[in-house]
């Protein structure tokens, strides 16, 4: 078993072991290792079985690094993991996955690298020989870094954003690099105007298992979990029970479902998850009842659902639940729906949303009186309202209104005409109390 041919060993000894390292790029990259964290290492050629996962600091990662070391999870848990070193050549009957874009460990192989797919992203990699893949190696997103000293043989090679340097490549299938000039046109990816979605050549969708990957980013979904991505490979026939439990785990998979799999149990069982998945869902399975329901569970499901259902009550039933103003079609704007949307909002109401022809003094009181007010000095200036007769108008409303005013819009002015109302009310000199800072700062010291 290839647990025994892996070992931890401290920074301190590969620094020892092997002090050329030292000078490499990405060794040590922010300094900030420590002497007594860990490396994972291999003295001599590896032979494995399975995936190989380079993302050591995440928690399903975790768990299969214990289970590779016979360690207690609790052990891994406690330590650092900086890097991976194999001294020799890496073969693996499975992908060698570094699925986290953002960062990850370095790694250093001193031999060659045989797998079926290599997926790279926040890495540091140096391979010093060859990379020999059965079906993809793809580097994708810009904080990592991939150098290979020989030959990337494998039928498709795909560099998306991100810093890959090699000596040779040999890709009898399909090459793409958004970094050089060297890839052929057809194999160059469109732009989708209504998705705002870059699309994967053609060239490379007719080389994959599923007709229905249209981005790297699926691509490299299908990679990160150790999938058979081409059709010449013959890979095992999916079932319903896969896809539901690939579905389960990320609602984004619904779109990748073939036709005679995708259920309205699955689509519904997508939609239980979160709102997003209603693009992915059958035209035929979206009906006026379900996106009722979904923006009756939350209004920011508003952004989602087809034109040909959005009407005048939903846009309510979306404010009601909560959502943005943004998110609503402006033809059925009015001001009673605005202050709904402002009611029942979970963040502060954002006036700048409000079209001009909407802007009214009534409008920007009720808008104050439900939050902060932000921008109202802006908005008032812009649409040629007196903010002053404003904020008299919400006091006017209501000594309680006065923590929305002297919190946000505190002036002289404000506090002679709140003054003039309520200085005769018990509850006026608790909120000068509350504000006492604010008085003096202005020297309004005959109100304390």
Known sequence: MQTSNF??????????????????????????????DFFLMAESD????????LDLYE????????????????????IRIEGILINGNFSTSGSIINAEGDYGPYIFISGNVTCQSLLLGGAY??????????????????HGNFNCSDIINSPVFVVNDHNTTFAERKNDLF???????????????????????????NELRKLLDNPLIESFEELERELAMGELILKQNNPPAKTYEYWRARVLVNYRDLKLVPKEFKTEELCNLALNI?????PFVNQDFITSELCEKLVDKDGFAIQVIP??????????????????LRLIPSAYYSEELILLVFKNGKHQPDINDV???????????EYVKIGKGLWLDKTCKENGIDKLQVLKQVIDSGIQYLDNVFGNHFSKEIVEYAFSIYKNQEDWNNYVGKYKVKFERLGLNEYL
């Not at 590896?46 to 996962?53: C, Q, V, W």
């Open 7 to 36: 070992k931890l060993i401290t920074i301190k000894e590969i620094k020892s072991q092997f002090p050329f390292l030292i000078d490499h790029e990405g060794f040590d990259y922010f300094e900030e290792w420590q002497d007594e």
């Open 355 to 365: 079209p001009s022809e909407f802007i009214t003094a009534n409008l920007l009181e």
């Open 274 to 278: 979160t709102y997003h998945a209603l």
């Open 46 to 53: 590896i032979s494995f079985d399975g995936n190989f996962y």
């Open 125 to 142: 990699v140096e391979i010093k020989g060859n990379v020999e893949a059965k079906e993809v190696v793809m580097t994708y997103y810009n």
């Open 175 to 201: 090459y793409y690099n958004d970094r050089n000039n060297d890839s052929d046109p057809k194999n160059e990816c469109s732009y989708d105007d209504e998705t705002d979605e870059e699309i994967i050549s």
């Open 59 to 78: 928690e399903k990662e975790k768990k299969w690094l214990a289970n590779l070391l016979n360690l207690p999870i609790k052990k891994i848990e406690e």
């Open 307 to 324: 034109d040909e259902f959005i009407t005048k009550e939903l846009c309510f039933k979306a404010a009601e639940s909560g959502t943005m």
